[in-house]
């Protein structure tokens, strides 16, 4: 038998099925680049089709790849350029060609793909030298959460040397990051065994940035308790309000304690490329590692992060593995050998791409427009008397801002009916956070599609359904 005769190769629809597809995505990137007034919302026969039984025989493919392009069309697209939620991606065209050459050929970067594998270091590279971190080494993951594990269990490796095979046995690890680190480092010390107990949430100062005073005075007590400190965690830009912790400061306190000092830049280390914001992340330069997603602020689909560190032997000595069905050829470590996870799909392309078709500039001036976006819808709000700010200017892209209405008995009820109601509205796309005790909109600008337009728009939507606070309680 023929394998065509199987069933599973789309034999001579190939190029109908190929061209249907290029025009569904042709009309999508035309209609993100412009926002559109309301979301899609499933329709009746859509949610038959979802919660049909397991199909036996297939149907034609060109009815799927339609039916598909229904199910994006009704779902939450962070392409969309008012899609404010969040920190979302921008799917950007050539990282979506990537994935699907990346995905078509399928290299497994577990193992030397040959050229592929070459174009990771290469963008690992390329990725340092546009953060202006002087990565050793590096490797891509599913997610910022991944890298974050990634980082601190080769923190954990340096610190207590031996930990992976022998555990902890006498030792009380701890770990140090400020109150408003994302909830991946404390999810990192729960697997890693370091435990979530064991985590020193730091206070912030007015600015929301971690106090390096504070830590210091931490690491004192806990090092004369006789604790061992695994890893000092730096935000830069926290995922609440976009604060960026002080690098240069905490990088003394880490050299004082001997402790390995990890850069959390998920959201925000790709302003750090950026001339009016690069003073923010001084002192990169002498952290120990960092964790960058591509899919957020490098604007390239899901799923695409990537952890580089310093010194390239840490990744290895607490991943390296010798087994007999993967032999290090040449001495050299495979891939595998520095990850967390082991089959691996080709996600270096598509930043690989983003580099090579639009060049390093292109993604500062996109970085650039939104942080200017973020310091435009600050100034605008302080001008409308119905609503207020966080007291500090954003230092990134984020700007939390709420409804005050007068005689409103309770604004945080106003200010969640009023994120609930912009939703329902369709026109723009804003999540709501709580900041000390009080519910905020809070936008996050990283799609290079968002103009200022629809920044105003965000304002006068958020205006026009919040400005009575009886309509949306009753
Ligand atoms: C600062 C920070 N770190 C880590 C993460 C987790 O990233 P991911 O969702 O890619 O796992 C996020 C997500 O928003 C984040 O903002």
Redesign the pocket.
């Known amino acids: 038998m023929d394998y065509d005769e199987i069933g599973l190769s789309l034999g001579d629809q190939r190029e109908a099925a190929l061209a249907r597809t290029a025009q569904h995505v042709l009309t999508a990137w035309q209609e993100f680049d412009t926002a559109r007034e309301h979301e899609s919302l499933p329709s009746e026969a859509l949610h038959q089709l979802l919660t049909a039984p397991l199909p036996s025989e297939g149907i034609n493919v060109l009815d799927v790849i339609d039916q598909a392009v229904e199910v994006l069309d009704s779902s939450l697209a962070q392409s969309r350029p008012r899609y404010f939620a ?2 979302g991606s921008s799917g950007l065209e050539v990282g979506a060609l990537a994935d699907l050459l990346a995905h078509s050929y399928d290299p497994n970067l577990a193992v030397d793909a040959g050229a592929a594998t070459e174009l990771e270091w290469q963008a690992v590279s390329w990725l340092a030298q546009f953060i202006g971190f002087p990565a050793e080494t590096g490797t891509f993951t ?7 594990i990634t980082a601190l269990a080769s923190a954990r490796e340096a610190a207590i040397p031996g930990a992976r095979e022998r555990g902890f046995r006498h030792i009380r690890p701890t770990l140090y990051c400020s109150t408003e ?2 909830y ?2 404390t999810r990192a010390a729960e697997v890693l065994g370091i435990g979530s107990a064991n985590v020193r949430a730091i206070d912030i100062d007015d600015q929301r940035r971690m106090r390096a005073d504070v830590l210091r005075e931490q690491l004192q007590r806990d090092v004369a308790n006789g604790h061992t400190p695994v890893a000092i965690v730096a ?5 609440l309000t976009g604060a960026v912790d002080p690098i240069e400061q905490l990088a003394d306190v880490a050299e004082e304690f001997g402790v390995w000092l990890h850069v ?5 280390v790709p302003a750090a490329a950026v001339a009016g914001r690069a003073y923010l992340f001084a002192g990169l330069d002498r952290v120990n590692s960092v ?1 960058v ?1 591509c ?2 602020w490098m604007f390239v689909p ?2 695409c ?1 990537a952890v580089l560190v310093r010194d390239a032997a840490s990744l290895a000595k607490v991943f390296a593995h010798d087994e007999a069905y993967m032999p290090h050829a040449g001495g050299h470590y495979n891939a595998v050998d520095i990850t967390l996870e082991y089959s691996r799909p080709f996600r270096a392309l598509k930043l690989w791409m983003l580099f090579s078709t639009h060049g390093a500039n292109a993604v500062r001036t996109a970085i650039e427009r939104n942080c200017d976006q973020a310091q435009m819808l600050f100034d605008w709000i302080q001008s409308r008397p119905l609503f207020e700010t966080l007291s500090s200017r954003p230092q990134l892209s984020i700007v939390p801002f709420r409804a005050v209405v007068a005689d409103c008995p309770d604004p945080d009820i106003h200010n969640d009916a009023l994120c609930a109601a912009i939703q329902r509205d369709g026109r723009v796309y804003v999540s709501p956070a709580t900041i000390d005790g009080h519910v905020w909109l809070r936008p996050c600008f990283t799609n290079f599609r968002t103009t200022s337009d629809d920044v105003s728009t965000l304002l006068d939507v958020a205006q026009e359904l919040g400005a009575d606070c009886g309509v949306l309680h009753s």
């Open positions: 969040f920190i599913s997610g910022g959460t991944i890298s974050n680190a994302h991946s480092i935000t830069t830009g926290t995922t959390d830049g998920a959201y925000g964790t997603d899919h957020k899901k799923a992060s």
